[in-house]
């Protein structure tokens, strides 16, 4: 006798769920995502918190090793992909770092003599052009936005000259438009600050510009954290500068946004994502990524704790914001 009773029941669910569709007040975001998830563990947790978009990426020093008697190694790459495809989160790929083979930086015998030959350019751009071209071909259809390198400003990440960064970025433009003309071209996120070692390129974006580098990217990007001296507004104020000096018109993205609780509270790193979020939004910026999902480690170093998790994945105190943000698109 109670049949009808959950029949009823189930329509109603239906219905309401109909309604609610309807309503349009289902929210996707699609331009706030996180950077560098790589492990399994790792992607389902982006998802489940919101996350549709991830930065991410396994360099070129890290796919084509050719050593241990192999060419290529794309078993990593290509779970990554399948990861994020699965869970139907679209990938920003990292397109970075130079493997020692190809390196500029010395005559290396081996990838294990040293990790610095990744920071400089290849001595033949035709090595860089043939793993562009590889791997677009490969991912076609399952990856649309490329960045082109990570902190090309500093010396860091980037031993080379404006205008090798330069040649660099325009092979890889050219190549990923050749495979797919609807490829996303993305400047490696600059810095845009003094990292606090001295090794810093403050006029990098403007001499990239001035030897017309702007034509060869559909997106410029940077990244802001909160121990800076630069405010989110002032690296914004300071590209659209350049923008009108040099006459173009490009999508402005962070492409690392965070804030160490090694150095800060969870309460300050929740306060300045949230209203970095805020800001990005008035100013137009079209895509963020939060930098980074969990800890590295449980020490006091400021890139150990830059997650909006713990190291064993437990919420710190943003996510609450962060959750309703990513679901409605309100910040509190």
Not at 38 to 66: H, Y
Not at 157 to 180: C, H, I, P, Q
Not at 189 to 201: E, I, R, V
Request: a negative charge; hydrophobic letters at 40%; glycine letters at 6%.
């Amino acid at each position: 006798m109670q049949k009808p009773k959950i029949k009823r029941f189930i329509m109603l669910i239906f219905l309401f769920i109909l309604t609610f569709l309807a309503s349009g007040m289902i929210y996707i975001n699609d331009w706030t995502g996180i950077s560098n998830c790589v492990t399994e563990k790792e992607i389902v947790m982006a998802r489940s918190i919101g996350f549709r978009l991830s930065r991410t990426g396994i360099p070129w020093a890290g796919i084509e090793i050719k050593y241990w008697n192999k060419h290529w190694f794309w078993e990593e790459p290509d779970n990554l992909v399948l990861q994020h495809k699965n869970r139907h989160i679209d990938i920003l790929y990292v397109l970075a770092f130079t493997p020692w083979w190809a390196s500029s930086g010395g005559d290396y015998k081996s990838p294990f003599e040293s990790n610095d030959y990744m920071y400089y350019p290849p001595k033949d751009i035709k090595d860089w052009e043939n793993f562009i071209r590889k791997i677009a071909i490969r991912y076609k259809g399952l990856i649309k936005m490329w960045e082109i390198w990570n902190e090309p400003d500093t010396e860091f990440f980037w031993r080379g000259s404006v205008e090798e960064y330069k040649e660099l970025v325009e092979s890889a433009y050219k190549t990923l438009k050749e495979v797919d003309s609807e490829s996303t071209v993305v400047l490696g996120g600059l810095a845009l600050s003094d990292p606090g070692d001295g090794k810093f390129n403050p006029d990098f974006l403007e001499e990239f510009l001035k030897l017309g580098g702007g034509n060869f990217v559909d997106v410029i990007s940077f990244h802001i954290y909160c121990n800076q001296k630069e405010t989110l507004k002032d690296k914004v104020r300071y590209i659209k500068r350049l923008f009108k000096k040099y006459n173009i018109n490009k999508k402005i993205w962070i492409t690392e946004l965070g804030c160490s609780t090694a150095t800060h509270t969870e309460e300050e790193q929740s306060e300045f994502i949230m209203k970095s979020l805020k800001e990005s939004s008035e100013l137009g910026i079209e895509k963020v990524f939060i930098y980074r999902l969990e800890d590295i480690e449980e020490d006091e170093e400021w890139e150990s704790r830059l997650g909006i998790l713990r190291r064993d994945f437990s919420y710190k105190k943003i996510i609450y914001k962060l959750w309703n943000f990513l679901h409605s698109g309100i910040i509190d």
